[in-house]
Every structure is written in structure tokens, then in C-alpha cells.
């Protein structure tokens, strides 16, 4: 065989290779078409020093043969392929057959530089030939299949925002640890036993959170759902709950290896469309069994969507609410004995700063912010414990509460809300 006879026959199969990986001959646009990186190869395999050049100016900062096969364990989880099965002793015939497809490609890109005509290859980068001989080739298909199962996304990161159609692995700042939340212990259960549920196979009904701004709707969630370490954490922009919903929950379906909270921040159900969720939820389809979604919101929702999932309704935080923050933070800080007077003095203290707008709300978490003063300073927590052993002890002012949550829920709300719940208010007295 002439080499350019071998040349053209190690690129052929190459070519082919990624047709049978990666075209979608359905009438609808296919991975070359959507995706650059796929497209640019393709070009380079006919070969094309242009395209190959082009490969490494928009992909190089990375490693290519990392960067393939990423797209290689995609085109298997389409063809079934769960990356749980590329760890089986035995494998079916079609897995075979695609890991050596993706070997075929693999090797020819390796060797790209060479086999390209003399003329080409003078067109060539020298950091585009490095960009393809850098590739490394697993030794066989089982380190091949170990490599490509190395690649999964959703197991190698726990969170992902989803911006554009793609999954973007993220670090949510709202994460803490479960003990560093103070008060509302049975919201706090509910969270982690819904969440829990939820890791076990036991529920998948949509959470519906709901409270006043400030009372720690988005880092509870994001906390709890991180303590599951089955879970994976989406966080898809607000859009894709009104349209797109297919294109978000299609590439998490294909994959119960995996559990998936999908969680909406921050919604306004008054002008949502909720068509698309109707549909897919409790309507005519059906959600996918390890698919959760979670929605939360500083309004209510509207009893046709709180019909297809649960509520969680956060209590109004006040003095009470307050004061039992205080002790679960004195708590953690490790006091074995809480002294009333100093949880008193300590909650009377926050409310006095908020009367010197050194915050613009009573809510949990400005007082979480003004509680973690205490940790750094240690002046400030010998002057409270020294003001708790005198004889005069301040309490914190549950007008001043009361005044604010008012204020908050009308300027949320309106004044016909507000009249609403003064007159059932009433109504609860005289019963």
C-alpha cells in the first residue's frame, strides 16, 4: 500500500468514526452543526491545515484529547451508554463497537500532523501539531472505557449552572454547613428530609418554597441538596422554566445514574408563564423519576401549581424567632449552658444596631451577619456577657418586628393584602 494510500485510509476510518459517533441524520441539526469544536475536526480529518489551525486557536488552552472525550462520553450516554456500564466485566456488542469507533478516532487524531500531504502539513501550526500530538491514546479499550468514564461531568462536580443549553460546573457562595443555620428547626427538617427523600427514591414532587426576602430560601436549598452526596445541584436560569424545559430536563433524564435538583432562585409566579411547567409536571407527561425540581419565591404560588408539588412556607421571622437564633448560635459557638439574660441582651443588641440602620432588615440574615461579628471580636462578646450579669436586662422590641414585617408585606404585597390579614387576624381572636 503507497503511503498516501495509507494515509487516506487511516483518515477515512477516522472520518467515519465520527460520523457514526456523532452525526444525527434526523432531519434536525446535527453535533457537527451545533457544536464548533466537532465541526473544526471534521474539517481537519478531509485534512485541512486550516481547520486543524482554527481547532487549536479556539480550543487549545485545553488538552484535546480530554476535550474529545468529553464529546465521546456524550455520544455514548446517547447510544445508552451509562458510564456505570464501562465498568462492567463484559461488555454488550454495541458498546464494543462504539469504544472502538472512539479508539479509531482517537489514534487518527494523535497521528493528524503526519498524515497530511506534504503541502498541508506546511500550513500546519507547529503549536497546532502539538495540540494533536499531545493526545493520549489509552493503551487499550477497558483504559480507554476507564478514561471515558473519568470524563463524566456530573460526577466529577456536584453543582452546574445552566446558562445557554449547556451545564457549567459552578461553586454556589451560598453553601454552608447544615450547623451553621440557627432557628426554624422544622424548616430546617423539612429541608433535609425532603431532600433526603428525594436521594432514597422515595419522592420527587416539586418543592415550592415560599417566604419574605431574607429568611434563607436559596442557601438552605443549595446547602441541604449538597449534603446529599447523591445529588447533583442545576441552578438554570429563570428563562428556562418558561421555555426550553425539554431542552433542560431531556439530558438529565438520560442519565438515572444521577439525581438532579433543579432549582429555579428567585421567581415571580405572578407573571410566570406556566404553561410549559403544567405540561410537563402533573400534566400531560410525565417528570422523570430522578429529576426534583425546586421553586422558590418571595410570593405565593397559585393553586394550580401548588397542586402538583409541596409547599414550604417559612413562618414570619420575629422576636421569638429571634431569640431562638440567638440560642442556637450560643449553641454552636459552644456555650454548654445558655444564660437567658445573654440571648436576651445579644437579640436586643441586633435589633438596637437595625434602630441605627446598620441594617436595612430584620430578617435571619442579617442577623446572621450581625451574629458573626461575635466570632471575630472578642471585645464585643466580653462587653455582652459582662452587660448579661447586671441587673438591668434588655429585651428585643416585638413592635419594632412587627412594624417592619408590616411594612416589607405591603411594599411586596399592597395595602389589600395587608387589610386581608389584619382581618383574619381578627377573625382568629374572636374564634
Known sequence: MTPEKKHSSILESARRALRILFDRPDGTANEFSVDRFLRLLEGALKPAAGYANALWREFGRREFGGQLEERLLEALIENRVLPADLAASEWSENLRFLLEEADVLLKAAARLPEEMESGERRMLMPAAAEFFHDTVVPENLRALADSLRSRDRFRADRAFRYVGGKFIPAEPGAAKPLKKFYGFPSIRAQFQRYFREFAEGKINLPLLIYSLPGHGKTSLTISHVLAEPDLVLILPE??????????????????????????????????????????????????????????????????????????????????????????????????????????????????????????????????????????????????????SLGPMITRPDSQLFYEFNIDLMRSLYGDDYIKKLLKQRLKDLEG
Open 238 to 387: 429563570v428563562a428556562a422554566l418558561e421555555s426550553g424545559w425539554n431542552e433542560l430536563i431531556a439530558p438529565l433524564a438520560a442519565r438515572p445514574d444521577h439525581k438532579f435538583v433543579v432549582f429555579f432562585d428567585d421567581i415571580d409566579p405572578r407573571t410566570t408563564d406556566w404553561y410549559s411547567f403544567r405540561t410537563n409536571v402533573g400534566g400531560a407527561f410525565t417528570l422523570p423519576d430522578n429529576v426534583m425540581p425546586v421553586l422558590a419565591s418571595n410570593y405565593e404560588f397559585p393553586a394550580s401549581i401548588l397542586s402538583r408539588g409541596r409547599q414550604l412556607s417559612f413562618p414570619i421571622f420575629d422576636e421569638l424567632r429571634c431569640i431562638e437564633m440567638v440560642e442556637d448560635f450560643l449553641t454552636d459557638f459552644g456555650l454548654k449552658r445558655i444564660n437567658h439574660n445573654l440571648v436576651l441582651l445579644i437579640a436586643a443588641d441586633y435589633t438596637e444596631e437595625f434602630g441605627q440602620k446598620k441594617f436595612t432588615e430584620l430578617s435571619p440574615r442579617s442577623l446572621t451577619r450581625y451574629l458573626e461579628i461575635y466570632q471575630k471580636d472578642r471585645i464585643k462578646r466580653k462587653t455582652i456577657v459582662e452587660l
